[in-house]
């Protein structure tokens, strides 16, 4: 089991370009969360996926996020014309729902920075 | 609606000293699921443990050990005999009865331990 990963890392990027972040799940599980988190702030959650299907978004992803999971595999996180604050570290996790654990495993996060 | 309060914002210990993490929720929920993480600097974020709202037993797990009480909605966390590598941020996070699973979590405390 080689747990949840993310690419890239770190993605420093110029205000008013677009961002793809990509969140690779434990393989054998069918949900998968993206989160973001500001400095000092715990992680806040922004939608999630089960299997392929976009079950629910918050209010905090506006227009200019999109995800997206083809297949029920790997998803995608688009922020398009980013904006200064749009800077934080997005999290992403997955679980099973399988097994009724609930138990999300985060991955090691891309850290964004909007200069 | 569903909040996680942690009050202490950072704490401060010698090592071997025992330390106790406070976590009051908020939830209309009959049924939940209460989760601590921890986080080192290195970013990702570590599952500890996860409690559902009818299991109030309190658990043990080597140093670690956590104490559910629903009357005072509090999920406390307590480490024994704190070692420098308990140094981190730690979570504690609400998941509701709505089956997303999502989480929502507190603004975490930040834990040193001096040697």
């Known amino acids: 089991d080689t747990g949840v990963s993310q690419d890239p890392r770190h993605k420093i990027t110029k205000r008013g370009q677009n961002v793809t972040f990509r969140c690779d799940p434990i393989?054998?599980?069918?949900?998968l969360y993206w989160y973001r988190q500001t400095l000092g702030q715990g992680p806040e959650f922004l939608t999630y996926?089960?299997?392929?299907?976009?079950?629910?978004k918050s209010r905090l992803l506006s227009d200019r996020f999109s995800a997206e999971r083809p297949k029920g595999s790997f998803s995608t996180l688009e922020i398009q014309r980013t904006e200064q604050g749009d800077s934080a570290m997005y999290l992403c996790?997955?679980?099973?729902?399988?097994?009724?654990?609930?138990?999300?495993?985060f991955g090691p996060g891309t850290r964004l920075t909007v200069t | 609606a569903q909040k996680v309060t942690q009050a202490q914002t950072e704490i401060s210990v010698v090592e071997k000293e025992d330390v106790t993490l406070d976590c009051v929720y908020e939830?209309?929920?009959?049924?939940?699921?209460l989760f601590w993480y921890k986080q080192p600097p290195s970013g990702e974020l570590v599952f500890l443990i996860r409690?559902?709202?009818?299991?109030?037993q309190n658990e043990i797990s080597g140093r670690y050990s956590w104490n559910f009480q629903k009357s005072t909605s509090s999920f406390n966390f307590t480490i024994t005999a704190s070692q420098v590598v308990d140094s981190a941020v730690y979570f504690c996070?609400?998941?509701?009865?709505?089956?997303?699973?999502?989480?929502?979590f507190g603004q975490g405390t930040t834990l040193q331990v001096k040697p």
């Open positions: 996790a997955s679980s099973s729902t399988r097994d009724f654990s609930y138990e999300q495993y």
């Open positions: 393989s054998e599980h069918n949900r």
């Open positions: 996926f089960q299997n392929e299907a976009q079950l629910e």
């Open positions: 939830t209309r929920d009959t049924t939940y699921y």
């Open positions: 409690r559902n709202s009818f299991d109030e």
């Open positions: 996070a609400l998941s509701g009865s709505g089956n997303t699973g999502k989480l929502i």
